[in-house]
């Protein structure tokens, strides 16, 4: 067994733990399951042209103004951000909507780390949504791999770990694991296999939050396996379909 | 259901990420079971007249020139360091050694959490080998609760989580959680209950580099519950036996 010759699988659990891991040269999956990585698989597989993930309120709000036929998106705190035209819902980029169309993202957690990441061979957007086409692509790549959990403003979360975990599950056997966020996540995974994602979520702090404000489609949504078979795939700042 | 009227319980899992939780009034569990904690709790329970968790290696040598009849000990990268005279483990202090001595110890990561708890209500030190009694102690004192992982350089560890998820899974039905952190320790318990703590632990980084140096014995003391059931507990800088 040749354990050196395969390359490595990390899992970051939040961006304040960032600096602890190698991204240089390394893949980066960016995790942010509660919504946006969810919603940027879902837009690009209905068509959008590409979505550009910026970090604040105000340039969503310029560029959109300066993009020909750009929908502007954004949340802060679960909540449609006044300016903005659209939330963060996977379900609001329906193809008759979305179709050959920019989406201008901003979010709480996901387009934040999504910036944090500098030098990487490339960054990706993971989510349930796309679980098997995240997982293909890494073994297809055969480099270093970090999976970056967006967290919630910094703090661990249990869907992004989960989302981890499964990949970890699903190909760690192909990597050089020696990582004990990876272990955990993989570890978590298991206590879905009876009650699925969605059934370990329901009890998670991002659930609740998202509940009480009527979003429980969503999260069924956003849990559920391999709706949107595609890569996202950030080039030269905007998240495009892998081909 | 009163669920407000319950103290919170929260885990921090790494200290990189202590600044995210609030620490004043509320009672701090230091976890760092390979090996800082258990090697407290053996220590104690043995009689060692208190143990004095120091930062550096300069500290704890100078500190033993001038406490009479002290123990110096202490690791780097699980190495005794040059200059003192014991390790960081829990079967170096039996009490034909370590009785009406002073422990003056400096660990990689355990003692340097505990000296980045400010305001607390009170730090105590936890381990498997005193769980029910840290357990006991929380419920007894009823207050806010924040079990702090000592991790292994800021990264996440999986034995340090391990045992906040068996504290949570005992006794997490007298506090409001609502953290994620805490969920997932549970998670990583419930993992436990077929092969028991050494069985999660046997893939754990910490685990592997251990046994690198032939410490297997230790790992496996330290992951015995309740062989020391004591609760040391901070006050006025050293650690002394709860009564």
Not at 179 to 201: N, W
Not at 203 to 214: E, K, P, Q, V
Not at 228 to 238: A, F, S
């Amino acid at each position: 067994m040749h354990l050196y010759s395969k390359p490595r699988l990390e899992v970051c659990l939040s961006p304040a733990l960032l600096h602890l891991f190698e991204v240089k040269d390394v893949v980066v999956v960016i995790i942010d399951i509660f919504r946006a990585t969810s919603t940027i698989a879902a837009a690009l597989d209905n068509g959008a042209s590409y979505v550009l993930p910026v970090s604040s309120v105000a340039e969503c709000i310029e560029l959109g103004t300066i993009i020909d036929n750009s929908v502007t998106a954004g949340e802060r705190d679960g909540k449609i951000v006044e300016g903005l035209k659209h939330g963060n819902s996977p379900l609001e980029y329906p193809t008759s909507f979305i179709q050959n169309r920019p989406l201008i993202l901003t979010t709480t957690n996901g387009t934040k780390l999504l910036h944090m990441v500098d030098g990487a061979a490339e960054i990706i957007a993971g989510s349930f949504l796309n679980l098997d086409a995240v997982c293909n692509y890494l073994l297809k790549i055969g480099k270093n791999v970090l999976l970056g959990c967006a967290a919630w403003k910094d703090r661990y979360n249990l869907e992004d770990t989960l989302f981890a975990g499964a990949v970890v599950n699903k190909i760690g056997h192909a990597f050089n694991i020696n990582c004990d966020s990876a272990r955990a996540a993989d570890h978590l995974y298991e206590t879905s296999v009876r009650g699925g994602f969605l059934g370990v979520l329901k009890d998670s702090s991002h659930y609740r939050r998202l509940a009480s404000f009527g979003l429980e489609k969503d999260m069924e949504y956003c849990t559920t396996p391999n709706l949107h078979p595609i890569v996202p795939i950030l080039k030269n700042g905007k998240l495009i379909v892998y081909e």
